[in-house]
């Protein structure tokens, strides 16, 4: 598994699934979220009603990923995940491996061989970008190694600022 740094907006990235740093309700809302549903267009709320009528009737939970279609966007899927809430005086770090993990999964259930991901849980969710890119670093290396390795050729950070691409640039260089 290939992994690439990119500094731009998620929504114009060419790859099989692009990941979305969602809320558990699937309805929508700021940041990456915000410009995937105005971009993707009504077809990503749609798929997101119906999975809420289905098999998260209470949402989908912290951790977790699911895939609809990307719409208009230049993919095939939107991966959903929810990324946790940082909190200063309980480690929820486990939870944030576990989109990137859970993502990859549901990538590999599709087929996709190119993910791009967002720094998720970094906007509005507050968590620390250098704290952050170490998490989904490793977890991401994690997934893409071992016996039961995710099959995914690409995958791709996609960094909004200058400043989030030079500290997921650092964190991959101190991993070696
Ligand atoms: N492309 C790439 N990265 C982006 C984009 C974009 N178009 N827009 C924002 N970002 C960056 C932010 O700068 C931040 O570093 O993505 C990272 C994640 O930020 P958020 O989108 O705010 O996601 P998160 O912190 O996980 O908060 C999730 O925000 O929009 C709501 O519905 C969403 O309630 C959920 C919460």
């Given at each position: 598994?290939?992994?690439?740094?990119?500094?731009?907006?998620?929504?114009?990235?060419?790859?099989?699934?692009?990941?979305?740093?969602?809320?558990?309700?699937?309805?929508?809302?700021?940041?990456?979220?915000?410009?995937?549903?105005?971009?993707?267009?009504?077809?990503?709320?749609?798929?997101?009603?119906?999975?809420?009528?289905?098999?998260?009737?209470?949402?989908?939970?912290?951790g977790q990923a699911v895939a609809t279609t990307a719409g208009r966007l230049p993919a095939r899927w939107v991966i959903h995940t929810v990324g946790p809430v940082y909190s200063r005086s309980e480690d929820r770090s486990h939870l944030l491996a576990s989109c990137y993990r859970e993502s990859l999964h549901v990538a590999d259930s599709l087929g996709a061989a190119t993910?791009?991901?967002?720094?998720?849980?970094?906007?509005?969710?507050?968590?620390?970008?250098?704290?952050?890119?170490?998490?989904?670093?490793?977890?991401?290396?994690?997934?893409?190694?071992?016996?039961?390795?995710?099959?995914?050729?690409?995958?791709r950070f996609v960094l909004f600022n200058p400043g989030a691409y030079a500290v997921f640039e650092r964190a991959l260089e101190q991993m070696g």
């Open positions: 598994m290939k992994i690439i740094l990119a500094e731009g907006d998620i929504t114009e990235q060419s790859v099989d699934a692009i990941v979305n740093a969602a809320n558990s309700s699937l309805m929508g809302g700021g940041g990456v979220d915000g410009a995937i549903h105005r971009r993707g267009g009504p077809e990503i709320l749609e798929e997101c009603r119906a999975l809420r009528a289905s098999r998260y009737g209470k949402g989908l939970p912290t993910v791009a991901f967002p720094a998720v849980s970094t906007g509005i969710y507050r968590w620390p970008m250098e704290d952050a890119a170490r998490i989904a670093l490793s977890a991401v290396r994690q997934a893409g190694s071992g016996v039961a390795q995710s099959a995914v050729r690409e995958v």
